[in-house]
């Protein structure tokens, strides 16, 4: 079976700073991993994912995430963090098995980003 | 363009009352889900149907049944409501050969007295 945990229930950040989510994943099969953020009162919109290829992914807004199969993890980072940053962030895991995929999802980080 | 979307958004009920969630979509994707929300747990999969006439348990289906009516279409039914089913209400859609990519719908917030 699948699982996620990402490290840390809230992050907090100046605008600026670095941001870094950290997410590790285990996985009984090449795993498809994904991103998701949720801005208060709305629904999980899609960050950005690894399926397969290069390593290291761009999503939007400036977000990237590096996958590192050693490490299981996948952890997103974002240069600059902006006020409009200040979001619940979700790593999620697909369980692969052909044809009946679903995605397992981590408790989320609350990032905080102060002027 | 609200691809994916819930009724009610926002529903306040009583013990022991049967309430439904909707759920509608535009993407023509075959698959449908239905999470639910609680802060500090993350999402929970309710149930899932990767077609009109599959339905598949999730993590937490207990106290919780679903239709598919239509491809287009998911409905989760609480047959008689608890104050612990309490939490915001997700739908994904997916597609087949998607790379599993869901796409969420914008939450029903509901409440049980």
């Known amino acids: 079976a699948q699982s996620v945990t990402q490290l840390g229930s809230h992050v907090s950040v100046s605008e600026g700073a670095l941001v870094l989510l950290r997410c590790n994943y285990s996985?009984?099969?090449?795993?498809?991993l994904f991103w998701y953020v949720q801005y208060p009162n709305q629904g999980l919109q899609l960050l950005l994912k690894?399926?397969?290829?290069?390593?290291l992914v761009k999503g939007i807004n400036g977000f990237e995430a590096e996958f590192k199969k050693s490490e299981t993890s996948f952890h997103l980072t974002k240069p600059s963090a902006h006020m409009s940053d200040a979001a619940e962030y979700f790593c999620?895991?697909?369980?692969?098995?052909?044809?009946?995929?679903?995605?397992?999802f981590g408790k989320g980080t609350m990032l905080l980003v102060s002027p | 363009d609200a691809d994916v979307t819930q009724t009610p958004r926002n529903r306040i009920t009583k013990t022991g009352k049967r309430i439904m969630l909707e759920c509608s979509q535009t993407?023509?994707?075959?698959?449908m889900y239905w999470y639910r929300q609680d802060p500090g747990l993350g999402l929970r999969l309710i149930y899932y149907?990767?077609?009109?006439?599959?339905?598949n348990k999730g993590e937490i289906s207990d106290g919780y049944s679903v239709s598919r009516q239509a491809q287009a279409k998911f409905s989760l039914s609480l047959e008689s409501a608890i104050p612990n089913q309490t939490a915001l209400y997700f739908c994904?859609?997916?597609?087949?050969?998607?790379?599993?990519?869901?796409?969420f719908g914008p939450g029903t917030r509901l409440t049980v007295l």
């Open positions: 994904a859609t997916s597609q087949i050969g998607g790379s599993d990519t869901q796409y």
């Open positions: 996985s009984s099969v090449p795993p498809y």
């Open positions: 690894y399926t397969t290829g290069a390593t």
């Open positions: 999620a895991v697909s369980s692969l098995t052909p044809g009946y995929s679903t995605l397992t």
């Open positions: 993407k023509g994707h075959d698959r």
């Open positions: 149907s990767f077609d009109v006439k599959d339905i």
